[in-house]
């Protein structure tokens, strides 16, 4: 059964820095992985997919890689702004289904960038 | 992009009554429709996968007979949470895959669902 973890549950940073986070599963075979944004009370956006072919996906000020040997993914923001607080989820997609797929999502990091 | 939405956008029930959830997709068409849950910091679980015409399939540990799901078009899928009890009492989001090459997923704003 798939397992994904988000490190670390919770982060607080001031405005400007760069930060990572970081995302594992332990069933390497996957399709594709997906980072979404979800804001309090609300539903999920989608801020990137990487499929299981690439290394890595950017867009604006985020770039997400992925380590499928190793069951690891990171997602960088850089120049964090506080519009940027919210929970951060990643989920994998198993083999075989694509992206039209049930995913099984991760723990999830809380970030608060603050001003 | 595409949009799905859910209706109601939250409600409240008393113990015992049962509560219907819409999943609209309200610009493509999908045949296959997803539930999840999300308990108060939790991340979301997947409780069952809505099939057009046909029946739903669910995950392991969620009753199908508590958890009614109905997909009757390629637009709507309904969630209705039978006998509501306190520990129903979640966020509940639907999402939908477009159909074709490059199919994304696109999820709805979700449902939060008291009962008292």
């Known amino acids: 059964k798939q397992e994904v973890t988000q490190i670390p549950a919770a982060l607080s940073v001031p405005e400007g820095e760069n930060l990572v986070l970081n995302c594992s599963f332990t069933d390497s075979a996957i399709y594709n992985l997906q980072w979404f944004r979800q804001d309090p009370g609300k539903g999920l956006t989608s801020l990137l997919l990487?499929?299981?072919?690439?290394r890595e996906q950017t867009s604006g000020r985020l770039n997400a890689s992925l380590d499928k040997s190793s069951g690891r993914s990171t997602l960088y923001i850089a120049a964090s702004q506080p519009g940027d607080s919210a929970t951060y989820l990643c989920a994998v997609s198993p083999v075989g289904t694509g992206t039209a797929s049930k995913l099984t999502f991760g723990t999830g990091t809380r970030l608060q960038v603050t001003l | 992009g595409a949009v799905v939405s859910q209706h109601p956008s939250w409600v409240i029930c008393k113990s015992g009554t049962s509560v219907k959830i819409e999943c609209r997709s309200l610009d493509f068409q999908a045949t296959t429709m997803f539930w999840y849950r999300q308990f108060p910091k939790q991340s979301l679980m997947l409780m069952a996968t809505?099939?057009?015409?046909?029946?739903?399939?669910?995950e392991q540990g969620v009753e199908k007979d508590k958890f009614l799901i109905n997909h009757a078009s390629l637009t709507l899928s309904t969630l209705t949470v039978t006998s509501a009890h306190p520990e129903d009492s979640s966020f509940y989001i639907c999402s939908a895959p477009t159909r074709g090459p490059g199919k994304t997923q696109y999820f709805g704003p979700g449902t939060r669902l008291l009962v008292l």
């Open positions: 809505s099939n057009e015409g046909s029946k739903a399939t669910y």
């Open positions: 990487i499929q299981s072919s690439q």
